[in-house]
């Protein structure tokens, strides 16, 4: 069913049968129930075509059946514990649950379809909480800069949670934005969380399954060093002809100290366009590479310093790594991560931009991080990272440059 099938009554419907179920007991989860925005949404998705891509957030339910989830395809989902996580890769629907997610992602996906030419739009529906974070600013200034087919939809209720703007922001006044987003205001006819009724505790216990069963656990690709011969070239020449190949794959390299710098060099077999220079935004340049390597590119994402890379960490852990699980392998990015530690050298450039996070990031995600100690584990490990269907982060030792 599309949009110009649903009415208000009918979205009302789904959202109170799930609202029974749930003080039934039967949906021991968060939920987040939509409400009290039925005719602007019918409205407005008027405008969203079947092939558009639609992002949208914790309080998703109304734009996935608007966009053409089939209703028990999400209840479903819902009485497994993917309310939040409510994924389609047909419909292209995603969200985050986590505020702020999604506008990077939003900006990827508009950037590979004006790439490819295609009339896709990206329609990204944010909540005013959403609109409190610097990962929308920096979203909003990049699609509006670069006249990207994304529309940004402020969902606007003036609460977060249970808090006002103007208790947030010291004054309930709107920001004005480019014309890249639209605004609609409404009031919320359900609770923030869960129905505002208590649920039978009895059958909550008796439903409750545990997370492997909700979202069973992904198999990571284990990186083993392949029979090569040894490299004779330097390590730079070797990261070099790693990047010339990943270039002629059709590899979109993205980052800053890329044009010009070439990313220490190591780019300049590289063509221009396909090499993005970016701002200094690092959390966006994640979400360019998710959202691009949905639409089928293989971005690179290049990071000089590893301090750096703790600005992107919400891209990279919660959103990169955690994709392919929470969407139950509809939706599997892969980006491959490019970066470089300071360990040691003429150059010292102090404690913290110094700083390896390897470790530390190989405790958060699942995928594999990799350090290549000469020019051919080098060669070997992007060539791994190249094959691989999900993300890999390099690690560069500046010292072997
Ligand atoms: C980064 C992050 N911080 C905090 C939360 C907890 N949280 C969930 S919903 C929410 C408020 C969201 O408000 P808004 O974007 O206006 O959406 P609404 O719930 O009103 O639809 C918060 C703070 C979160 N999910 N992610």
Redesign the pocket.
Known sequence: MRADEWSSSGLIDFVDKAAELHDGGYLPFAI?LPGGNEEQLIELFKEVKESDYVLS???NWYHALLHGVPEDALLERIKTARSMFVFDRQRNFLVS????GTPAIAVGIGVALKRKGSSQRVWCF?????EDTGHFAEAVRYVDGFDLPVTFVI?D?G???EASKESRWGTGKDLVWPDCVRRYKYK?SRP?IRTGNFADLEVMKKTKKDAEFYFPKISTPQYSKSELAESTLSFKEAVTSSMTKIGQAGGVFIGYSITPGDAMGTLSNVPLDQKIETPVAENLMVGLGIGMSIEGLIPVVYFERHDFLLVAADAIVNHLAKMERISHGEFKPKVILKTVIDDGGLFYSGPTHSQDFTNAFRNMVDFPVLVPNDASEAIDMYDFALRCEGPVMIVEKKSLF
């Open positions: 987040h957030t914790h309080r649950a986590i505020i702020g944010v909540g005013d909480g959403i969902e209720d609460m977060a949670v919320k923030h």
